[in-house]
């Protein structure tokens, strides 16, 4: 009777965290995480309340056996119910986590975002992120979503087993490393706006601009988040090619400016055959004119001479 009204009160707090769970922002990661600590917490009190009424088990042959905290036998229905709802937190929090760097990743996709970095790099402007919005978590760009990450480690590490930051960090950094790659792919391929030289030079500089980032940047972000986790392999650490994406780009704004020249020539070719067959036109015109008028004035002539004529004949 008692095992049955434990079962009771635990499922009962699992529903009142799972109703809990719903309440809480979607973006609001370290809450999450709260909660996958609350309900990987609740596994080891069932556990223990279960061995507070039984301490040993006795197998086939007699022998004494303690069980495993957090793995109760008497109420193993209650443990699974937390199991769950540490799993679906845990895809919650990921989930919360992808979203906050897909956000801080956006003006990656945008073509303006690259010049404005080539512009600042030369000096032509001054950089709008202040070191406070890095710090804050409140900037966008590449680099402001990676300073996002690594400063929520130590928050995760704070509140989660090493082991669950371990995973959500190695996914979400994998998942920033596709969005970084997809999204510029998008500036560059939007970024040819009226097909001229300029629009071409724009282009590869960008490119070079996220070559350059990447090459002085992605070592600091790896050893960074060495320190502040274990367990990661360099590839987990920022799975990127920024050099074999950047040629790849480069090679595509090849054909891109091959494509526009072949059809700039071909439109040339066109309006070269257009104006020359106007040209003609115009002098058949001219020459049919000529003619018309010609005929016109011989008739013209022809007339004159015969009312000159009669008029003689009516004179005599």
Not at 117 to 133: H, K, S
Request: with cysteine; hydrophobic share 45%.
């Amino acid at each position: 009777m008692l095992l049955k009204y434990l079962s009771v009160l635990f499922r009962t707090v699992a529903e009142l965290l799972q109703t809990h769970m719903f309440s809480v922002d979607a973006r609001a990661v370290l809450q999450l995480a709260v909660y996958v600590t609350s309900c990987a917490t609740m596994s080891v009190i069932v556990s223990c309340v279960e061995q507070q009424f039984v301490l040993a088990w006795h197998g086939d042959c007699g022998e004494a056996r303690r069980e495993t905290l957090g793995v109760p036998r008497l109420l193993a229905d209650s443990a699974t119910l937390f199991a769950k709802a540490v799993q679906k937190g845990i895809e919650r929090l990921l989930a919360a986590f992808v979203a906050e760097t897909e956000d801080r990743l956006q003006p990656v996709a945008e073509i303006d975002y690259w010049k404005r970095l080539v512009e600042i790099r030369r000096g032509t402007a001054a950089p709008t992120t202040t070191r406070a919005d890095n710090s804050a978590g409140t900037g966008k760009g590449l680099v402001e979503a990676m300073e996002y990450i690594i400063a929520m480690i130590p928050k995760l590490t704070a509140v989660l087993q090493v082991s669950v930051v371990r995973s959500v960090l190695g996914s979400v950094v994998a998942h920033a490393a596709i969005t970084t790659q997809s999204n510029l792919e998008r500036a560059i391929y939007s970024g040819c706006r009226d097909g001229t030289a300029s629009d071409f030079t724009t282009l590869r500089e960008c490119v070079r601009e996220f070559e350059l980032l990447c090459a002085i940047q992605i070592p600091l972000w790896q050893r960074r988040i060495e320190g502040a986790i274990s367990g990661l392999s360099v590839a987990q650490r920022f799975p990127l090619q920024p050099k074999q994406i950047a040629d790849e780009l480069i090679l595509w704004i090849r054909r891109k400016e091959a494509e526009v020249a072949a059809e700039q020539a071909s439109t040339n070719q066109v309006f070269a055959g257009i104006e020359g067959a106007g040209k003609l036109v115009a002098k058949g015109v001219e020459r049919g004119i000529q003619v018309v008028g010609q005929t016109v004035k011989g008739g013209a002539n022809a007339i004159t001479g015969a009312a000159s004529a009669i008029k003689g004949k009516r004179e005599t």
